[in-house]
């Protein structure tokens, strides 16, 4: 039997990015070719590749416009290397696009997989500048051969219902931990308090809303409430000053996922899965601190109507809320007791353990790769 290793062209905007990490490693060890061309970053450290890569330079966070003359300047060098690949496999729109550009010349296209993890709120809106973005996404996913999705919710709410795009070809792979990392994982040696309630808020610190509510928390807790921050702050203008200046407010750096992951969530009681900005999105959006905390058996702070806090809602794995008004938020954490915490940690124990950690999920996308070819 004729043995299935393409060659899978991966174009990367950020090398270090755990997720993009997660899908190239989970699929090098399913014996498939994976050859990588990636951009650097400056703003956070993460896991090295299974596999070498080659660099297309630096780029900055945010600055979309900015990157247009490092795209172009890399034009060459993924056209050469799309040359002998059989898929193009590109992680955002923007190395979607990159991908098709190269491409153009080619008698053999390769075939496309654009995968999705954000609907970043410039698709949304209604000015002109969303409607040309919304355009170019519906342009490259009516080119892709499969468009793979973080949470059903992007294939459902944007590619159907916004672009009207029925007839493409979607795969959700969340955000799930690798199987690898069971046997990593340790017991929390940390006991629950009735005096102290640690809530860890970690990975990409956007959300200025949750800020605000989270240190006005701490402060407004008499100590009650400690707050652990691990990742990187990114448009919060008071971080550092506040880090600084709140008691019980900790900021202990960047990490590395998944190497870190179990001492930064064995140090907490509770982790903070919300995300109030975004628009749409952060409705949609499967976060990772939902699977992380439940891997980890940590309860979570979820948001009423979000696709993470129905999950929490109905499993009964932490407190839930609207977010209408912070005081009540704050009233509610600061009066959570050990008996609630112990009770949520139990039913996070009792959930299936393909809830957080994959299974087979690559195995299909291989899969679905094959039957491309034949």
């Given at each position: 039997?004729h043995q299935?290793?393409?060659n899978v062209?991966?174009l990367?905007?950020?090398v270090t990015?755990?997720r993009f990490?997660?899908?190239i490693?989970?699929?090098n060890?399913?014996?498939i070719?994976c050859?990588?061309?990636?951009y650097e970053?400056?703003h956070?450290?993460?896991k090295?590749?299974?596999?070498k890569?080659?660099?297309l330079?630096?780029?900055?966070?945010g600055?979309?416009?900015k990157?247009?003359?490092k795209?172009?300047?890399?034009?060459?060098?993924?056209r050469?290397?799309?040359?002998t690949?059989d898929f193009?496999y590109?992680?955002?729109?923007?190395?979607?696009i990159?991908?098709w550009?190269?491409?153009?010349?080619?008698?053999?296209?390769?075939?496309?997989i654009?995968?999705v993890?954000?609907?970043?709120?410039?698709?949304l809106?209604?000015?002109m500048?969303?409607?040309?973005?919304?355009?170019?996404?519906?342009?490259?996913s009516?080119?892709?051969r499969?468009?793979?999705?973080?949470?059903?919710?992007f294939?459902e709410?944007y590619?159907q219902?916004?672009?009207?795009l029925?007839?493409?070809?979607?795969f959700?792979?969340e955000n799930?931990?690798?199987?690898g990392l069971l046997?990593?994982r340790i017991p929390?040696?940390?006991?629950?308090?009735l005096?102290?309630?640690v809530?860890?808020?970690f990975?990409?610190?956007r959300c200025?809303?949750s800020w605000?509510?989270?240190k006005?928390?701490?402060?407004?807790?008499?100590?009650?409430?400690?707050?652990?921050?691990?990742?990187?702050?990114?448009?919060?203008?008071s971080?550092e000053?506040?880090?600084n200046?709140?008691?019980?407010l900790?900021y202990y750096?960047?990490?590395?996922?998944p190497?870190?992951?179990p001492?930064?969530?064995?140090?907490?009681?509770l982790?903070?899965v919300?995300g109030?900005?975004g628009?749409?999105n952060?409705?949609?959006?499967?976060?990772?601190?939902?699977?992380e905390?439940?891997f980890?058996?940590?309860p979570?702070i979820g948001?009423l109507?979000t696709?993470?806090?129905?999950?929490?809602?109905?499993?009964?794995l932490?407190p839930v809320?609207?977010f209408?008004d912070?005081?009540?938020v704050?009233n509610?954490?600061?009066?959570?007791t050990?008996?609630q915490?112990?009770?949520?940690?139990?039913?996070?124990?009792n959930?299936p353990?393909?809830?957080?950690v994959?299974?087979d999920e690559h195995?299909?996308?291989r899969?679905l790769?094959?039957?491309?070819?034949?």
């Amino acid at each position: 039997m004729h043995q299935f290793k393409p060659n899978v062209l991966f174009l990367n905007p950020s090398v270090t990015f755990y997720r993009f990490v997660k899908r190239i490693s989970a699929l090098n060890a399913l014996n498939i070719n994976c050859i990588v061309l990636a951009y650097e970053r400056n703003h956070y450290p993460g896991k090295e590749l299974p596999v070498k890569f080659t660099s297309l330079g630096t780029i900055a966070q945010g600055a979309y416009f900015k990157r247009v003359g490092k795209f172009i300047n890399s034009v060459k060098v993924v056209r050469r290397n799309l040359r002998t690949a059989d898929f193009l496999y590109a992680f955002g729109l923007d190395m979607a696009i990159l991908g098709w550009i190269a491409s153009l010349l080619f008698q053999k296209k390769p075939r496309i997989i654009y995968e999705v993890g954000d609907i970043r709120e410039i698709f949304l809106g209604l000015d002109m500048i969303s409607r040309v973005a919304r355009w170019l996404d519906k342009f490259i996913s009516k080119r892709a051969r499969l468009i793979v999705v973080t949470s059903s919710a992007f294939a459902e709410e944007y590619f159907q219902n916004r672009l009207q795009l029925n007839n493409i070809k979607i795969f959700e792979i969340e955000n799930k931990l690798d199987q690898g990392l069971l046997e990593k994982r340790i017991p929390s040696e940390r006991q629950i308090s009735l005096n102290k309630l640690v809530i860890g808020y970690f990975g990409v610190i956007r959300c200025e809303r949750s800020w605000l509510l989270l240190k006005k928390l701490v402060k407004n807790s008499a100590g009650r409430v400690v707050l652990n921050i691990y990742g990187v702050p990114i448009n919060i203008p008071s971080f550092e000053h506040d880090c600084n200046g709140i008691e019980h407010l900790h900021y202990y750096g960047s990490y590395t996922s998944p190497d870190d992951l179990p001492m930064i969530y064995n140090g907490v009681d509770l982790v903070w899965v919300v995300g109030l900005h975004g628009g749409d999105n952060h409705y949609w959006a499967k976060r990772c601190r939902y699977y992380e905390a439940g891997f980890f058996n940590k309860p979570m702070i979820g948001q009423l109507n979000t696709m993470d806090g129905k999950i929490i809602k109905q499993n009964a794995l932490g407190p839930v809320f609207d977010f209408k008004d912070d005081q009540t938020v704050i009233n509610s954490i600061k009066s959570i007791t050990k008996e609630q915490l112990e009770q949520w940690t139990n039913n996070i124990v009792n959930m299936p353990e393909n809830s957080f950690v994959y299974t087979d999920e690559h195995t299909k996308l291989r899969e679905l790769m094959r039957r491309m070819i034949n």
